[in-house]
């Protein structure tokens, strides 16, 4: 059982910039394939951003250039970089992981871009 946390929330102007944390339970955090999705109110839960294992990213459309998912396998922990915020990007953002049928949520953290 793999327990995440995320940080790092919370309420920030348009243009701003957050960083999201995802610290990761347990030794095999190196092997697991991360990702970042969103759910604003009323809407679907999507992905953001993805890492896997080795390092590879992919983006959702909606954040190319703006945002920027790491990983510190020896922090346990995967990161976020938002830039450049719009009030679209307001949502709970979740920590995912996963390996075969493993897979597991965070409890998620609010980001709200407003003025």
């Known amino acids: 059982q793999v327990q995440l946390v995320e940080s790092g929330g919370g309420l920030v102007q348009p243009g701003g910039s957050l960083r999201l944390s995802c610290a990761a339970s347990?030794?095999?955090?190196?092997?697991?394939?991360m990702a970042w999705y969103r759910q604003a109110p009323g809407k679907e839960r999507d992905m953001v951003a993805q890492?896997?294992?080795?390092?590879?990213?992919n983006y959702a459309d909606s954040v190319k250039g703006r945002f920027t998912i790491s990983r510190d396998n020896t922090k346990n922990t995967m990161y976020l970089q938002m830039n450049s915020l719009k009030p679209e990007d307001t949502a709970v953002y979740y920590c995912?992981?996963?390996?075969?049928?493993?897979?597991?949520w965070g409890q998620g953290t609010q980001v709200t871009v407003s003025s």
């Open positions: 347990g030794s095999r955090f190196s092997i697991y394939a």
């Open positions: 890492i896997t294992s080795s390092g590879n990213t």
């Open positions: 995912n992981s996963r390996f075969f049928t493993e897979n597991y």
